[in-house]
Structures are given as structure tokens and as C-alpha cells.
């Protein structure tokens, strides 16, 4: 599976684009909407996270392609039953407060791209981990730069992973158990 654009790459794409969103909070917009609309097209998206969308810009098309290349990525990513899904965030090499940050940037898009649609759901466990998203979303980004708070934040990055592979699952279910014939004989 082809990995994610790099949050420094995605963020020149952005800003190229003259948006304000940025690379994490866009990228949980992805997911949040796509999490709710399974038919969900690039143009979608695209419309959500930027100003203009005129597609047939020759000066912006490398940009489109780059956004069209995570878009495909992650849908590819939210779909794989090996659960390979990675959230755009900045990544270990950062500091922990722009990790912590970018978090709170990708939770909070997340649930702005889950409230571009309406959605009942009545299963308290998704209801409650939505609301922890939230709560990930306010967390303080000054966080203090050692082992212990490596590994917290890495615990709840892979919260939010696996939690929005459980909250996709949930609203669209699409990677019903898979029991091969062959298994069976």
C-alpha cells in the first residue's frame, strides 16, 4: 500500500492552494466524511478543504494531483482489512508539541468532516469515543518533551487510529468478517 504524503509536503500543497487548512485538519476532514458518505468523490472533499476547486487550472494541477494521490491513499488506507490506516500527523522526528498539536488538528477536522452529513447512530461505545475525539481535540499542545509523554501520545494516537477504523466500520459497514472457503476445508 502506498504510504501518505508527508505532512511537510501536504502542507506546501495547502499552502500553494491558499487555504487555511491545515494538513492534519484536512486530512481528518477526509476521514471524518468519509467515515459517513461512502460515496464520497475527490471533488467532495476538495470543495470542504479549499477556496477555489477549478480543476482544469494548469498552474494548480501538480497540487491536485498530489491532493488526489492522499485521497485515494486514504480511502485505500480506511478500506484495507489488514487495518494499515495512518493518521496525517507530523511524526515522531517532530517535537511532542507539534505531534500533540497536529492531533488536536486532525481530531478536530475529523468531526468537522462527520458533521457534513447527518448521522443517527444509537451505539453508545462510537457516541462516547466521538466525544473523546473532542476531547483529544482540546488537548494542550505544551506538552513537556520526555519518554512518559512520548508514549502517552503514542497511545492515543493509536486510539484515534483504531478508533476511526471502528467508527467507519460502524456507519458503512464494508469490511464485513471475511471467512474464504479455503479456511473452512
Not at 129 to 143: A, H, N, R, T
Request: charge should be negative; charged fraction near 20%.
Amino acid at each position: 500500500m502506498n504510504k501518505l504524503s508527508d505532512y511537510d509536503t501536504l502542507k506546501g500543497v495547502l499552502h500553494n492552494l491558499n487555504t487555511n487548512d491545515t494538513p492534519s485538519s484536512a486530512h481528518g476532514i477526509l476521514c471524518g466524511f468519509a467515515c459517513i458518505k461512502p460515496e464520497l468523490s475527490l471533488q467532495n472533499w476538495l470543495d470542504e478543504i479549499l477556496i477555489d476547486t477549478n480543476l482544469n487550472n494548469p498552474s494548480k494541477n501538480d497540487a491536485y494531483q498530489q491532493l488526489a494521490k492522499i485521497y485515494h491513499n486514504t480511502l485505500e488506507q480506511l478500506g484495507d482489512a489488514m487495518l494499515n490506516f495512518q493518521l496525517l500527523i507530523a511524526d515522531e522526528n517532530t517535537t511532542l508539541k507539534k505531534q500533540t498539536h497536529t492531533l488536536t488538528q486532525w481530531c478536530s477536522g475529523f468531526l468537522v468532516g462527520l458533521g457534513l452529513c447527518k448521522i443517527r447512530i444509537a451505539d453508545k461505545e462510537i457516541l462516547a469515543m466521538i466525544k473523546d475525539f473532542g476531547e483529544i481535540s482540546k488537548l494542550d499542545p505544551d506538552v513537556v518533551d520526555n519518554e512518559q509523554n512520548a508514549r502517552d501520545l503514542g497511545e492515543i494516537i493509536e486510539f484515534v487510529r483504531m478508533g476511526t477504523l471502528l467508527i467507519q466500520e460502524t456507519l458503512q459497514p464494508s469490511k464485513q468478517d471475511y471467512i474464504s472457503p479455503k479456511t473452512l476445508h
